[in-house]
């Protein structure tokens, strides 16, 4: 086994892992830190962010690997997803199941110095990350899955911070699923035509001409919660200031997907980044 080869295994496990393409760490992200910063009251345990961090690398990686197994079929018929590294056979669906195996390990061995409850939440938080890639074939509400499965972090960053699950970590988390259906029905309407084709289902299908009415009516509800959140904290109006600009940035990705062309849409998926980083801020100002 020479340099060369083990480099390009490397390579290519790490393209099939997506560290190339970050974004899915920071939406992965945002929602966790968020919890942290609620759960702890502004001062987070710093080995629990640490943890916390690392697992949400680990387990976008993770998510990105089984995501690639599961559409090994699907992807190379897709314009956006054809030069996959399992698509294309520079990967094995052997090598992915075992990549994704390690890294798993890796992440539960993190979670295991944490607290009991919060180890034992772990068990449904990659159970949703494995069943998530299988919905599309089964249901159109796969982002509901997604969300369900990303915003797990935070009763799991809660269980780690406070030992026990309050009622606002719900809340959180209620949020934490809605955010994902948004972005991810944007990401989804750049496929549309091709999942059509070969019957993958979406969010996108489903809500059909209503897409863009249904992502406003979950923006609304998204900020709702993210209201009640302040009133129940009694924060202040660096809190609600925040909110006001990622209000802002939410109707600025309406704008991006009024005419339903795939790279705008995709663009409006990329800069929910923005808005995940400004309710973050919001959230840290106000404990600052």
Same mark, same amino acid.
């Given at each position: 086994m020479n340099a060369v080869f083990i480099k390009d295994r490397l390579q290519q496990y790490l393209l099939l892992m997506r560290f190339n393409k970050p974004i899915g760490i920071f939406l992965l992200l945002w929602p966790t830190l968020w919890a942290l910063w609620i759960a702890s009251e502004?001062? &987070?345990?710093?080995? #629990?962010?640490f943890v916390? *961090?690392?697992?949400?690398i680990l387990m976008r990686a993770a998510g990105c690997v089984i995501n690639d197994f599961a559409d090994r079929n699907i992807d190379p018929h897709v314009a956006r997803t054809d030069q996959r590294p399992i698509a294309t056979g520079k990967v094995s &669906?052997?090598?992915? #199941?075992?990549?994704?195996? *390690?890294?798993?390990l890796t992440a539960f061995g993190l979670v295991l110095t944490l607290n009991t409850f919060t180890i034992l939440l772990s068990f449904g938080g990659a159970a949703l990350a494995i069943v998530y890639p299988f919905m599309k074939r089964y249901t159109h509400l796969p982002q509901v899955v997604l969300g369900m499965a990303f915003g797990w972090a935070v009763p799991m960053a809660f269980a780690a911070q406070t030992?026990?699950?309050?009622?606002?970590?719900?809340?959180l988390y209620v949020i934490a699923i809605t955010w994902p259906i948004i972005y991810d029905t944007m990401y989804a309407m750049v496929d549309r035509e091709d999942d059509l084709k070969i019957g993958v289902k979406s969010t996108a299908i489903l809500f059909g001409d209503g897409d863009r009415l249904?992502?406003?009516?979950?923006q609304v509800l998204m900020f709702a919660g993210l209201w009640l959140i302040g009133q129940q904290l009694q924060f202040g109006y660096s809190y609600y200031?925040?909110?006001?600009?990622?209000?802002?940035?939410?109707i600025y990705h309406q704008y991006l997907i009024r005419e339903r062309?795939?790279?705008?849409?995709?663009?409006?998926?990329?800069?929910?980044?923005w808005l995940g980083a400004v309710i973050f801020l919001a959230i840290l100002f106000e404990y600052l």
């Amino acid at each position: 086994m020479n340099a060369v080869f083990i480099k390009d295994r490397l390579q290519q496990y790490l393209l099939l892992m997506r560290f190339n393409k970050p974004i899915g760490i920071f939406l992965l992200l945002w929602p966790t830190l968020w919890a942290l910063w609620i759960a702890s009251e502004g001062k &987070p345990d710093l080995y #629990i962010l640490f943890v916390f *961090v690392s697992g949400t690398i680990l387990m976008r990686a993770a998510g990105c690997v089984i995501n690639d197994f599961a559409d090994r079929n699907i992807d190379p018929h897709v314009a956006r997803t054809d030069q996959r590294p399992i698509a294309t056979g520079k990967v094995s &669906p052997r090598e992915a #199941i075992i990549l994704f195996v *390690v890294v798993c390990l890796t992440a539960f061995g993190l979670v295991l110095t944490l607290n009991t409850f919060t180890i034992l939440l772990s068990f449904g938080g990659a159970a949703l990350a494995i069943v998530y890639p299988f919905m599309k074939r089964y249901t159109h509400l796969p982002q509901v899955v997604l969300g369900m499965a990303f915003g797990w972090a935070v009763p799991m960053a809660f269980a780690a911070q406070t030992n026990e699950l309050p009622r606002i970590a719900w809340l959180l988390y209620v949020i934490a699923i809605t955010w994902p259906i948004i972005y991810d029905t944007m990401y989804a309407m750049v496929d549309r035509e091709d999942d059509l084709k070969i019957g993958v289902k979406s969010t996108a299908i489903l809500f059909g001409d209503g897409d863009r009415l249904i992502i406003g009516i979950l923006q609304v509800l998204m900020f709702a919660g993210l209201w009640l959140i302040g009133q129940q904290l009694q924060f202040g109006y660096s809190y609600y200031f925040g909110m006001l600009l990622a209000a802002v940035l939410a109707i600025y990705h309406q704008y991006l997907i009024r005419e339903r062309q795939p790279a705008a849409c995709f663009k409006a998926f990329l800069h929910n980044n923005w808005l995940g980083a400004v309710i973050f801020l919001a959230i840290l100002f106000e404990y600052l």
